[in-house]
């Protein structure tokens, strides 16, 4: 049994019916209304609360890796099987954070590159609705106290089970799949190891990108996502993508003043 900080600080993975329940719920199945995200409805609004479970569960990034990820640090690799979107990531938690990490096809299925990348300046934030706070300034904050309500909203808020939680599951995923290689396993993640360092010196980008992108296309969902296949022409921006983006800066920044508005 761990003890101490460790034990304070251990998660657990996301259990399959827990994980169903999240990815089946208003959310994602529809919900009221923008202000009504766990009441069932018909709306389906695509912005941060929506995409980061998805990137979290299929890629393992951390919180931050995503949250405070810039549009140019999307880029595309071709390589020998089609190009190959993915996030750079410079920095990090820690000497292990820096890699590129692809897409998903289900996350670019549902049209990820043409509502959040396609056509925006590189120098804008990936989610432009986390208004940074806290010390740090920090868009990952913002996102933390959302997914937390929201969690709780649907009832599937649980000790020790949160959005890094994900990164568990992908990695207990891949572990339990044969043939696949640990190095490639912390390559993904992010965790500095010996085996991850004497691999990787072996492989150019054009080399591993691909080993990687069959990585988190073998990573599954429990949960039917099929009605979320974006259907708009791809590879170009998504019809009002950008009065959506700013509706949802907006929202944000109206709930921020409400927050600091003093009570009395």
């Given at each position: ?25 208003p959310l994602y199945a ?21 995409w980061m479970p998805l ?191 700013a509706r949802h800066v ?15």
């Amino acid at each position: 049994m761990k003890k101490g900080r460790k034990a304070r600080n251990e998660r657990f993975n996301w259990p399959a019916s827990l994980e169903k329940t999240l990815f089946e719920s208003p959310l994602y199945a529809g919900c009221s209304s923008i202000f009504r995200r766990a009441k069932p409805g018909n709306e389906i609004h695509r912005d941060a609360l929506f995409w980061m479970p998805l990137l979290a569960r299929t890629m393992g990034t951390r919180e931050n890796e995503t949250c405070d990820a810039l549009v140019g640090d999307i880029k595309v690799q071709d390589t020998g099987e089609g190009p190959i979107p993915y996030l750079e990531i410079t920095d990090g938690k820690d000497s292990g954070s820096p890699r590129d990490v692809p897409f998903a096809d289900l996350v670019l299925d549902m049209g990820f590159l043409e509502q959040r990348v396609i056509g925006r300046a590189p120098s804008e934030p990936l989610f432009p609705e986390l208004i940074p706070q806290g010390p740090g300034k920090r868009r990952s904050a913002a996102f933390t106290d959302r997914f937390s309500y929201y969690r709780q909203s649907i009832k599937v808020y649980r000790a020790r089970i949160d959005f890094h939680s994900f990164r568990g599951n992908v990695e207990t995923d891949l572990k339990n799949m044969a043939g696949i290689n640990q190095a490639w396993i912390d390559e993904l993640i992010g965790h500095e190891s010996i085996i991850r360092r004497s691999e990787g010196e072996r492989y150019t980008k054009r080399i591993l990108l691909p080993i990687l992108r069959r990585l988190v296309n073998a990573i599954e969902i429990k949960a039917d996502l099929s009605h979320l296949r974006y259907l708009g022409t791809r590879g170009v921006a998504a019809p009002k993508r950008d009065a959506e983006l700013a509706r949802h800066v907006a929202l944000a920044e109206k709930e921020m003043k409400k927050k600091a508005k003093p009570i009395g």
